[in-house]
């Protein structure tokens, strides 16, 4: 299969684990995870007959962000970031480095600037270690803007973050005077 097809079915399959299990007749538990053969069964009939184990692994091993983890005796799969549907990832509270960074489209920044970093549609704000990852993610939106997060003066006044098993860090808002522009 080429890497085309394969990011193909890991963006349908980010879609099913993240937002839409009921596209595919799938379930997830609380904890986010969703039965490998019930998402193999799934994608067969919804995207990709041919669709096998094989090309899950394929798909798990070569995904540029390591979106999603097997649990140890690969029954169960989860993403590991972006959710819109309500789990609880079993996120351990991490204090993050004194700078996180956020990119974002040009159009968003006056409502960012006023009532800072929402979650939007997702149950987390999405930050990430260095600007080039931080503008590649902004550029998805539109003309990339970034942000710089002083996390050090967040984890003084006692706000949370989460690392996710592929290293994105994660936390439920960033008020506006912990932005700055950059
Ligand atoms: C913006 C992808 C107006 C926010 C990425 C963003 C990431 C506001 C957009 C992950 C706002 C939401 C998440 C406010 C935030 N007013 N706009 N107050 N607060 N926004 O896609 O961070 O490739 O939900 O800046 O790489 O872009 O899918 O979040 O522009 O890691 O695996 O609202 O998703 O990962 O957009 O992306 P998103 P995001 P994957």
């Known amino acids: 299969m080429d890497n085309r097809s394969i990011t193909s079915l890991g963006k349908y399959i980010s879609y099913l684990l993240r ?5 595919a007749g799938l379930s997830l538990d609380c904890h986010g995870w969703a039965g ?3 998402l193999i069964e799934g994608v067969r009939k919804y995207k990709y007959e041919g669709f096998s184990r094989e ?3 394929d798909v798990v091993r070569t ?6 983890t097997y649990n140890d005796d690969g029954t169960m799969i989860k993403a590991y970031h972006g959710h819109s549907v309500s789990v609880d990832l079993e996120l351990c509270e991490t204090v993050p480095p004194d700078s996180l960074y956020h990119g974002t489209a040009s159009r968003f920044v006056k409502s ?7 979650p939007q549609n997702r149950l987390y704000v999405h930050l990430s270690t260095d ?4 503008m590649s993610v902004g550029r998805r939106h539109g003309q990339p803007v970034l942000f710089q997060i002083d996390c050090a003066s967040m984890v003084r006044d006692e706000f949370k973050f989460y690392r996710t098993g592929n290293g994105m860090w994660l936390t439920k808002s960033v008020p506006p005077q912990y932005l700055s522009r950059i």
């Open 131 to 134: 600007t080039e990852t931080a």
């Open 63 to 68: 995904d540029s962000k390591g979106r999603f």
């Open 36 to 38: 490998v053969d019930a």
């Open 112 to 118: 960012i600037e006023k009532e800072g970093l929402l």
């Open 55 to 57: 090309i899950l692994d």
């Open 19 to 23: 937002h839409h299990p009921e596209a």
